[in-house]
């Protein structure tokens, strides 16, 4: 008799921890991705922020505050990539965001794919041909897609197409993003789909987009913004049609002069639409809504096209992000209401930081500056000639890699002297810091010292012959504006903040880099890693 009371207490417990278990599943993976969103942001603009955004992340979630990328470059394309395969460059493939095809000998962009054509746009246009095919391996959504037998959803959404369609990955139902100019709408592809849903043509015709087409002032008085630099200096981009890159800004005034609805991406305006976006859509996929899975990516691209225009110490930066802690106050909310606190689980994080515009630090004594690309290519063809009677040999420079002519080497140890012969140029070159052959990186382990950046976005059927790397702060870009695509720590260090449902409240010291949240939401949900996962499961974030 006791041993069958026994039998049923444990028979009992084990249907009340099954019960347990699967109240506190997670209903919804939300991965969000601030483009070009520094790491001490956070703690610059702390004051500013409300208790409702970025400071519950950290109030009621678990914050890395040693988090890293362990690659080069650090773009857009390569940065969503890694966040959602939990691998670098050298396995998933997007090297950059645009790269050389040593096969068909031209440029390709990251997420193109001229087998699909565009929805919600003229079919043919370059716009709407997109897909995620040359991405080489899963993401997390794509084994979650996998585990449910495709019951559970992945939907993805930005104002940049890879911003959506990398973190959605290869098995998603739908990613969309936005396309300015005289439209101003979300579109997709065929890839995904054969005609755009009813609520997004409902959305593309609303007025929402053409509401934004208003004053841009500081959400905050701008006194109180002592954060960032002066509003005029000589630093920043601003829009055609007014002189000076001060506040306010009449965006209305100013579209037509501005591709019209593309003025909003530089604008915390931006943002503001996407989230508006990113709520139809949870809403009417009803995402969260049953016992399986769902994943959900969600890219603001605005703060880094306002990087790019003013550059990072701005007013218009600052104002941008205190702004974005509203947006991330609203979409907790949202979450909290639709879905259902302890139902969900969100991860922030960037995909590359930014350095601050050169100029200014020039001005300031610190060393930095500008490298031109075209004047080293001339000066290197011109001594591979004259000194070694190699004419031509240089086919392509892409994201500081020179790309070499494969048809004017009869032999492989010519192949590798024409490398060599390139490194031992360019290292004397002026304001190049450190310079690696493909010989070198295929054959030598850089673990644990400062080439390992560099090998980990390193691919061998993608990447360049030499890479080189700039000095500290240079970059070949405008004067004025910000920029990104370094291994240093002000491109590499990103913010991670996860919360919700598995993740403990805390923060850590411990250093962890950007293939390790793919893993670690892979373990929160029980499923396979992503099939070319290198990262580690963070264990310490896990409740």
Known sequence: MKLKIALLFLLLTQIQMFGQENKNSTKLVVGVVVDQMRYDYLTKFEKHFSEDGFKRLQREGFEMKNFHFDY???YTGPGHASIFTGTSPMNHGIVANNWYDKV???????????????????????????????????????????????????IGVSIKDRGAILPAGHTANAAYWFVGGEKGHFISSDFYMEKLPNWVNEFNSSDVAKSYLKEWDTFKNISTYIESGSDLNNYENGFKGKKEATFPYDLKKLAKEN??????????????LLLDFAKKAILNENLGQDEFTDVFTLSFSSTD??????????????????????????????LDEKVGKGNYTLFLTADH???????????????????????MRDALEEHLSSNYGLSDVIESVYNNQIFLNYS??????????????VKHFLIQYKNIDKVYTRETLENSDFSGNSAELISKGFHQK?????IFALN???????????????????????????????????????????????????????IELPNGASGNVITEVLD
């Open 259 to 272: 591709d019209t609805y593309s003025i909003l991406r530089p604008t915390p305006f931006g943002n503001d």
């Open 353 to 375: 930081g930014a350095v601050h515009v050169p100029q200014f630090l020039k001005d300031e004594g610190i060393p930095a500056g500008y490298f031109e690309i075209g004047e």
């Open 408 to 421: 004017k080497f009869k032999t492989y140890s010519e192949f590798v002297s024409a490398q060599n012969e």
């Open 305 to 334: 096209y306002t990087g790019h225009n003013f550059g990072v110490n701005s007013k218009e930066i600052q104002d941008t992000y205190i702004r974005l802690d509203q947006n991330v106050a609203d979409l907790l909310k949202f």
């Open 472 to 526: 500290p702060s240079y970059i070949s870009y405008s004067r004025k504006g910000s920029t990104h695509g370094s291994g240093n720590s002000y491109d590499t260090q990103a913010p991670l903040l996860m919360f919700g449902n598995g993740i403990k409240s805390g923060k850590t010291y411990n250093r962890y880099y950007i293939p390790d949240i793919a893993p670690t939401i892979s373990a929160l949900l029980g």
């Open 104 to 154: 068909i000998k031209e440029g390709v962009y990251c997420a193109s794919d001229p087998s699909v054509s565009g929805l919600g746009i003229d079919s043919e246009n370059r716009a709407g041909k997109m897909s995620p095919q040359r991405m080489l391996t899963t993401s997390f959504a794509d084994q979650n897609r996998l585990h449910t037998q495709f019951k559970g959803k992945t």
């Open 462 to 466: 993608r990447s360049g012959d030499v």
């Open 72 to 74: 080069v470059p650090t």
